[in-house]
């Protein structure tokens, strides 16, 4: 049975159609695994095993009848944060406690509709804020990689490390993940796992829980780069329900696998070489542009001047944001509700033992930074400094650059429980120093495994594309990985 | 710029956090180690830069002004922690 958890979806799609497998084995192998697993991983919070095999046995219906959709009977895990109705939908804090809501996000919904089947919900870090899952209500996850010949655990990243630690352990065939500062592309590094930022609005949001509405977006996380254009076809859609969404007409992404890269030109921008990076990435980083060159691919070198400020900015847009979104948790509505000497003192205990110390700090930025005086040399400031970030690219795709390529992180997977990081929250942020910049333009990012470092834990590439032409990026990302292979942990759990 | 240890209190009062002496001590160091980070923003020239206001080039959609949801109370309160014949119920405001 395990074997069937080993499938990609490409594969396992394949063997579904031709009736050589059932959805519900394929079903049962993944419930199965997710049990002897999860004890050892934290990867889920929800397991819901008997949505999943009505969901699969409907799935077995409709491929006898000849009606399979796209994902017809592929199991699939959802991060916390994707509105599921009538099922555990708590962004894995302790203010959302018992929240299941009457509805369903716009892209699960899209994923329900071609026939994929839900396992569960997926840890995350608490409203998707943190970059090692460690701020989950629900504890952290471990991430499947180890260094080589030591026991010590380590973390997928975050926000969505329960959608990378379950990919990468083959708790499902692929999962739901958003990403508002790199919290697909971080965690897809950490976990020799292919994830994909797409291009802002081009995933609804709506029915998703709130981080920071002008970054969010949602995007898929794969065992490969097929899967991840697979998962990402069918996950984005223009939806009426948000505003932002876009009417473009959704590419078949599968289709740009396999294309040549002659005649491409890719950028590799100075600003990435930053002070302090491990001679193993650079070293990664000099392999990719082998690869991409070797393949027909032209290499330019490239100035996006404001890189350094993204991150800065970042810390200012996103908690300004978020300290808005996050005002509707009150006890009034939904969730937990701790009780108080009068409504404002209810206010106050409800969020202060529903948040947890990250959520807390973010929202304490955003209220001082747009709290009246400061508005204009914060806020004001931030989102100018935006505008620059953005033309730097604009600049660098005008002349003629089809794609960027950089390192995903600043190094692998660190320590549950690292030291340093907790005594610093500014130095657990500097893990997103390459992925914010693409959040901060809107533009779509692919983090995908590129080779493993002396301690034996795997490494990524990130491109980054122009706005819509994710097909760019899977075309490739998919020659990197041919020529990096693919990378599975060794099981220990 | 740097907070002081009234400034997070107050802070924390306009997010609706309630603050021990002890978290709000805790915050204020966490808070200036993020604030000394964004400063170096005042660095960049933004001289005549417009303010990012949509990071997509296109004119928000607007729907038709026409109703096409509702009546559906009983969902809206499902998950109120407490809740009456369709009300949310909160502690007394009015005397």
Not at chain 1, 214 to 228: H, N
Not at chain 1, 436 to 458: Q, R, S, Y
Not at chain 2, 17 to 35: P, Y
Request: overall charge negative.
């Amino acid at each position: 049975m395990t074997e069937l958890t080993h499938l990609t979806i490409a594969e396992a799609r394949d063997r579904l159609t031709a009736r050589d497998i059932t959805a519900v084995e394929l079903t049962d192998a993944y419930l199965s695994a997710i049990d002897a697993a999860n004890g050892a991983l934290n990867a889920y919070v929800t397991v819901t095993p008997e949505k999943a095999r009505a969901m699969a046995k409907a799935s077995d219906e409709r491929l006898a009848a000849g009606k399979a959709g796209a994902l017809e009977g592929i199991p699939l895990g959802i991060k916390d944060l994707f509105g599921t109705e009538g099922v555990h939908t708590q962004a894995c804090s302790h203010i959302l406690d018992g929240f299941a809501p009457r509805y369903e996000s716009t892209v699960t919904q899209n994923l329900w509709n071609d026939g994929a089947v839900m396992l569960g919900k997926l840890n995350m870090d608490e409203f998707a804020m943190g970059s090692s899952n460690e701020s989950s209500y629900y504890g952290p996850v471990k991430n499947p990689w180890r260094a080589t010949g030591s026991d010590a655990d380590r973390v997928p990243g975050g926000s969505s490390g329960g959608s990378a630690a379950a990919v990468a352990a083959f708790l499902c065939a692929g999962a739901t993940a958003t990403d508002t500062g790199g919290s697909i592309r971080q965690p897809a590094a950490f976990t020799g796992t292919v994830g994909i930022k797409p291009t802002y609005g081009r995933c609804s949001r709506w029915g998703i829980v709130a981080f920071a509405s002008s970054l969010d977006q949602a995007g898929p996380i794969a065992r490969d780069v097929r899967d991840a254009a697979i998962l990402l076809k069918s996950m984005a859609s223009v939806d009426a329900k948000d505003t932002t969404s876009v009417n473009l007409p959704v590419p078949d992404y599968e289709k740009a696998i396999g294309q040549s890269l002659k005649g491409m030109k890719i950028g590799i921008p100075a600003e990435y070489r930053v002070e302090g990076m491990p001679e193993e990435i650079e070293a990664l980083w000099r392999q990719g542009i082998a690869w991409l060159k070797d393949a027909g691919a032209e290499i330019v070198d490239i100035s996006l001047p404001h890189t350094k400020y993204a991150l800065p900015a970042y810390y200012i847009v996103a908690p300004a944001e978020a300290s808005s979104n996050l005002a509707r948790y009150d006890g009034v509505r939904y969730g937990l509700r701790v009780d108080g000497k009068d409504i404002a003192d209810m206010y106050e205990q409800t969020r202060a033992a529903g948040f947890g110390q990250e959520v807390k700090r973010r929202i304490m930025i955003g209220t001082y930074v747009l709290s009246a005086g400061y508005y204009d040399a914060y806020y004001l400031r931030a989102q100018k400094v935006r505008t620059l970030i953005k033309r730097d690219f604009e600049t660098a795709f005008h002349a003629g650059v089809d794609a960027i390529l950089t390192p995903a992180t600043p190094s692998s997977a660190f320590g549950i429980a690292d030291q340093e990081l907790a005594a610093d929250p500014v130095k657990m942020y500097l893990n997103d120093i390459f992925t914010v910049t693409v959040n901060m333009a809107g533009l779509p990012g692919i983090a995908v495994p590129a080779g493993l470092d002396a301690k034996g834990l795997p490494l990524g590439l990130q491109l980054i594309g122009k706005p819509f032409e994710e097909e760019t990026l899977f075309k490739t990302a998919h020659v990197i990985e041919q020529a990096a292979g693919r990378f599975t942990p060794p099981k220990w759990w | 710029m740097s907070v002081d240890l009234a400034t997070v209190k107050r802070v924390a009062h306009l997010a609706r956090i309630a603050v021990s002496e002890d978290d709000a001590n805790r915050m204020t160091g966490e808070l200036n180690a993020i604030l000394g980070f964004v400063e170096q923003l005042g660095e960049v020239d933004v001289t005549g830069v417009e303010p990012m206001t949509s990071v997509t080039p296109m004119a928000m959609k607007k729907r038709e002004d026409i109703v096409t949801d509702g009546s559906k109370a009983d969902d809206i309160v499902a998950n109120a922690p407490n809740s009456d014949r369709n009300f949310f119920l909160v502690p007394k405001v009015v005397e």
